[in-house]
């Protein structure tokens, strides 16, 4: 019996890399390699090609951070229709998804990228506070509704930006029921977030 049998180098990479995505634990991860390690040469080369190009073919979108294809505005900045007198701050670009599947709001987003988080030790730096004032401050918006967690840290974040965005000529409001704290707004079934978002109260 060899005591200490360790996959090739080459694999155990990939289920270190894997390891780190969501979810993913030690043995998920194994079993994931080892299912790639069955996939026919087309599958393996389409893959690798995928992961090398995502970087140039998907970026955050130059307006508003959501998800879009490289040199284009996410879907929702690019639609002449939205209303753009209305921002909805969330914290991540996924939750974009869960509230356009609600169906019910028809502006513009900002994601923010982070939250403020004090106890361990994040200030907010890499949230996208400058470029969330800047749109705040053009003419046509009139309304910026902080759909952010009812968490601790979502609430903290949402009242840090509330004293920042006084300086802006806009509404600032909230969801009235509150939604989700933090990634749960991701997960949230549609008519939850639309129960949320339709009625606003102000900050
Ligand atoms: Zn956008």
Redesign the pocket.
Known sequence: MIEDLHYPGHLESLMELLRTLPGVGKRAAERMVLAMLKWDTEKQSTFGRLMLELHENVIS??????I?EAGK??????DSGRDRSCLCVVEDPQQIFAVEKSGTYHG??H?LGGRLSPLSGNNGENMTTEKLLERASRPECREVILALGADVEGRATAVFLAELLKKCDVRVSQPALGLPAGAGIGYADGATIAAALAGRKEF
């Open positions: 979108c130059p307006e508003c951070g959501a879009a505005r996410c879907p929702v900045c690019g513009l987003y994601v």
